[in-house]
């Protein structure tokens, strides 16, 4: 699990993601498990769905196409930047709110419900716990 985390802190180092909200939402979604697959086709350890985030057969991403392939897929590197791009559709909504906003629909996907909202919280707990004991060792 050590070498899943730093691969996960690393790479997000690389997008310019704060490695601790992605590794909180790992942590979540997969136990920083890397085989892991859901009963909804999600897998890696940020639980992606290729056919979303990962590229097409012309290298394109696009999530709102549903044309991804899991071939030749890096789940950890897509997985991060699909937390980047729902940050980046949270911009503008207030730290809180943005960043809430984003773990709600990385959850869900298209609609926050009480369980994606609930699971925002936990990933906003955990993530403000880390940064917390992270500043108190400075």
Same mark, same amino acid.
């Given at each position: 699990k050590y070498a899943v985390c730093e691969e996960i802190a690393q790479t997000s180092i690389d997008l310019g993601v704060d490695p601790a909200l992605a590794i909180s939402i790992a942590i979540e979604e997969s136990g920083l498990e890397e085989g892991l697959v859901s009963k909804? &086709?999600?897998q890696g350890p940020l639980q992606i769905i290729p056919r979303y985030f990962c590229p097409d057969r012309k290298g394109v991403v696009a999530p709102r196409k549903s044309r991804g392939?899991?071939? &030749?897929?890096d789940l950890t590197y897509y997985g991060v930047k699909a937390i980047d791009w729902f940050l980046k559709e949270y911009e503008g909504e207030g730290k809180d709110m943005g960043i809430r906003g984003a773990l709600c629909h990385y959850n869900s996907g298209t609609h926050c419900n009480s369980s994606s909202r609930a699971y925002a919280q936990r990933i906003l707990l955990?993530?403000?716990s880390w940064k917390a004991q992270i500043k108190a060792r400075k």
């Amino acid at each position: 699990k050590y070498a899943v985390c730093e691969e996960i802190a690393q790479t997000s180092i690389d997008l310019g993601v704060d490695p601790a909200l992605a590794i909180s939402i790992a942590i979540e979604e997969s136990g920083l498990e890397e085989g892991l697959v859901s009963k909804v &086709g999600a897998q890696g350890p940020l639980q992606i769905i290729p056919r979303y985030f990962c590229p097409d057969r012309k290298g394109v991403v696009a999530p709102r196409k549903s044309r991804g392939i899991l071939q &030749g897929c890096d789940l950890t590197y897509y997985g991060v930047k699909a937390i980047d791009w729902f940050l980046k559709e949270y911009e503008g909504e207030g730290k809180d709110m943005g960043i809430r906003g984003a773990l709600c629909h990385y959850n869900s996907g298209t609609h926050c419900n009480s369980s994606s909202r609930a699971y925002a919280q936990r990933i906003l707990l955990r993530y403000r716990s880390w940064k917390a004991q992270i500043k108190a060792r400075k």
